[in-house]
């Protein structure tokens, strides 16, 4: 199996997860993320991923200490246990 097919059915498997859920990045998570991003010193898509778990209210769940440290005055944060 080549590499793109092997990619394509990993997708379709994570797609298939019972608590996968996708959430399009219109105007609410956008304006949203803006806010968040300008107010914490946080990147676009750093912004994005807390404004989605705000909206959602869980835990934003990330390896990036920045992330973390920058939006654990806005939403609950932690660090994926391995």
């Given at each position: ?41 946080l990147r676009g898509a ?27 005055n806005i939403i609950s ?6």
């Amino acid at each position: 199996m080549d590499q793109l097919a092997q990619q394509v059915g990993a997708n379709q498997q994570i797609l298939q997860m019972p608590t996968m859920q996708l959430i399009s990045v219109g105007s609410n998570v956008g304006q949203l993320a803006a806010k968040i991003a300008s107010e914490n010193q946080l990147r676009g898509a750093g912004a994005v991923y807390v404004a989605t778990a705000q909206l959602l209210d869980v835990p934003l769940v990330s390896w990036d200490q920045e992330q973390l440290t920058r939006a654990s005055n806005i939403i609950s944060t932690a660090i994926p246990s391995t």
